[in-house]
Each structure stands twice: as structure tokens, then as C-alpha cells.
């Protein structure tokens, strides 16, 4: 499993094929399924168009939480593997900005899986995204249906 | 005893001390260390007026958690990432 956060733009190709080694190096032939999930940076915002965004990070800790909510999807779900990386710094509209991976023997848990690690990274990873537009700069608030997103997977046993 | 206070995003930018050191009495809690910054400037006031988060040594934590000489506390609003 790999959790990173860096700056940088990632490959899918290359991320994919690390998270299908990573399952088959723990669990030869028992993968069936792979499911990921990329996320980008829409040109707008309840407001209007902006012209990209910026994400801080707590050093040390965002890394430690990452790769420990990558740990629990892979013991909740009985993963082979799974990943996640997430970026830092400026980021520009249509740019990716966060990807997962989940590799499992069956498809409903690799699904569920990559949906665990979106709901709940946008709750427990210290991660803040500014907006910006033009000189204008403005940080985005939690969303309500976010937290209620964690909230179902907090609930369910 | 002195605990190093770290501070992120709206939190880091109302109170603009990104980092400090803070002097304590032994045995205080998170409760006690957020008391006594509210009280350095209005500007730690008011950027204690939101809803902020604690983390002690890179842990989330609540306000009852006791604190340990050389503790890094940690002081942010909620995440927004993904």
C-alpha cells in the first residue's frame, strides 16, 4: 500500500501499475478487481469561475493520516492493496489534484473502498484548499453532505 | 513548561503567528493553552472565534487532553481536501 502527497503532477498508468504489484507481491492471483478513482479541479465554484486553487498541508501529519486511512480501508474492506496520493501547493483548473486506488478479490469492495477512502480523506486528512480568482483569494468551507458522506461510513459496522 | 504551537490555513492567516513557543503551568490542558492564546492579541481571539481543531503531536485531539513539556500542538479549521 502507498500513501503520498507531493506536489507534482502523477501518472495514472504508473500509479495503477504499482498499487497491481503491490496486491500481487501480498496476495499472488487473489486480485479480481481494481477500482480508482482521480479527482480534478472544476473552473468554478458556487459563485462563479475561478482560475485555480491552492492546498496547505500540516507536514508530517497529513502524510501520517493519509497512509493510515489507506491502512483501514485495507483491513475494512480485505484488500490486497490500495493507494492514494494527493498534491499540495497551486493547482490550475483541469489539473488532477488527488487519485485512489483499491485492489480487491471482488468488485464490491474495491468500489465501496475507493468511495471510503474519497469520503473519508475529505474529513480526516489536514488538507485546506483556497479558491482563487484573479487577485481575489478566498478558502473553501467544509460541505455539509462531506461531512455527512463520513458520517455513513462512520455508522456502518 | 513550554510546548511548541503550530498554527494552518484560515487559523494561521487570522492570527498570523505561524508558529510560537508557549509557557504553561505543568499539567495543562489543550483548553488551558487555547485560553491563554485568545488572550495574546485580538487577532488570536478572532481566530479562536471559529471552529478550530487541535492535534497534539500530529494526533487529533480534544480540549481535554493534558499536555507534556515540548508537546507540538497544532491549531487548524476544519479539512477541505479531495
Given amino acids: ?157 | 513548561m513550554q510546548i511548541s504551537v503550530k498554527t494552518f490555513a484560515q487559523t494561521r492567516e487570522v492570527c498570523e503567528e505561524p508558529q510560537l513557543s508557549l509557557t504553561l503551568n505543568e499539567g495543562a490542558n489543550v483548553a488551558e493553552a487555547i485560553a491563554l492564546l485568545g488572550k495574546r492579541s485580538e487577532k488570536w481571539a478572532l481566530a479562536l472565534d471559529a471552529n478550530v481543531l487541535t492535534a497534539c503531536n500530529q494526533q487529533l485531539c480534544d480540549q481535554d487532553t493534558v499536555l507534556r513539556s515540548g508537546d507540538e500542538l497544532a491549531l487548524f479549521p476544519p479539512v477541505t481536501g479531495g
Fill in chain 1, 1 to 157: 500500500m502507498f500513501a503520498v502527497i507531493q506536489q507534482q503532477d502523477f501518472d495514472q498508468g504508473a500509479l495503477y501499475k504499482q498499487l497491481q504489484q503491490n496486491a500481487h507481491n501480498a496476495a499472488a492471483g487473489n486480485t479480481g478487481a481494481i477500482v480508482t478513482f482521480t479527482g480534478l479541479v472544476r473552473d468554478y465554484n458556487q459563485s462563479g469561475n475561478i482560475d485555480g486553487i491552492e492546498l496547505e498541508h500540516y507536514p508530517g501529519m497529513t502524510e501520517n493520516a493519509l497512509l493510515s486511512l489507506v491502512e483501514q480501508a485495507v483491513s475494512r474492506f480485505s484488500l490486497t492493496s490500495a493507494g492514494a496520493v494527493h498534491r499540495v501547493g497551486r493547482i490550475l483548473n483541469d489539473e488532477q489534484i488527488v487519485w485512489v486506488g483499491a485492489a480487491a478479490p471482488h468488485r464490491q469492495a474495491a468500489f465501496d473502498a475507493a468511495c471510503f477512502l474519497m469520503d473519508m480523506l475529505k474529513q480526516s486528512v489536514p488538507l485546506w484548499k483556497k479558491e482563487f480568482k484573479g487577485t481575489d483569494e478566498k478558502w473553501v468551507q467544509v460541505k455539509a453532505t462531506d461531512d455527512q458522506a463520513a458520517l455513513k461510513w462512520m455508522q456502518k459496522s
